[in-house]
């Protein structure tokens, strides 16, 4: 168990909708990170924040967005779902948000019909 | 862009047996070259790390092997278990970056008893 917790484990929806996925770090990191991962794109970093504010922004849609709150979780917005946003997505988190170890959360296995 | 490309997508290894993966690089600004675990139903998890001033890092059975003028890596596992089965991720990324992670498409090894 890495401490990071993700809130919901699944999520069925339909084209069109929008969700909210959740994410706890572990006790005392400040930094939290979201990935996407799927068959055909692979791991791929979405956005990373740090103590509250945007620190790096990577492939993320404009329907996309995310923020950290002030006791340190994290919601990513899904918005106009499409048939290809269906994929996991991964909350991780870090000490500091400099190079150091990632710790993964399990995961949110979105799937749109 | 595909900025870290790994190979072989997947891999089959006898117990006792080396596995091999490797990865090629692009960005010469990368400096930091962690290598992720991931079981079925789980998130990414790190192995192992090593960053360009060292050629070779090891921990336990698993060793990571740097070519910054090749601008190539690779993780062996040695004496292979098949406890080991799992899909290995290569990733990189730069510091002034903040530690956003590009990872490698991924290689999924199966470790026959």
């Known amino acids: 168990d890495s401490g990071v917790t993700q809130t919901p484990k699944h999520l069925i929806t339909a084209t069109g909708q929008r969700v909210t996925l959740r994410c706890s770090p572990r006790s005392g990191d400040l930094s939290v990170y979201w990935y996407q991962q799927s068959l055909d794109q692979g791991l791929q970093f979405l956005i990373q924040y740090y103590n509250g504010e945007e620190r790096a922004k990577g492939n993320i849609l404009e329907r996309f967005s995310a923020q950290q709150f002030p006791d340190l979780h994290s919601e990513l917005n899904l918005s106009s779902l499409e048939l290809g946003d269906s994929a996991l997505y991964f909350c991780?988190?870090?000490?500091?948000?400099?190079?150091?170890?990632?710790?993964f959360g399990p995961g949110t296995r979105l799937l749109v019909l | 862009q595909q900025q870290v490309k790994q190979s072989p997508q997947s891999l089959i290894v006898q117990k006792g047996g080396i596995s091999i993966i490797n990865c090629a690089y692009e960005n010469t600004a990368f400096d930091y070259f962690p290598w992720y675990q991931q079981f079925p139903g789980k998130g990414p998890a790190l192995l192992i790390a090593i960053r360009p001033d060292v050629s070779e890092k090891k921990e336990g059975r698993f060793t990571i092997s740097f070519n910054k003028s090749a601008k190539q890596f690779s993780l062996h596992i040695m004496d292979s278990q098949p406890g080991d089965s799992a899909t290995y991720f290569c990733?990189?990324?730069?510091?002034?970056?903040?530690?956003?992670?590009?990872f490698g498409g991924g290689t999924r090894l199966m470790v026959k008893p």
């Open positions: 990733a990189a990324s730069e510091n002034n970056a903040g530690n956003m992670l590009t």
């Open positions: 991780a988190s870090s000490r500091s948000g400099l190079q150091e170890t990632q710790y």
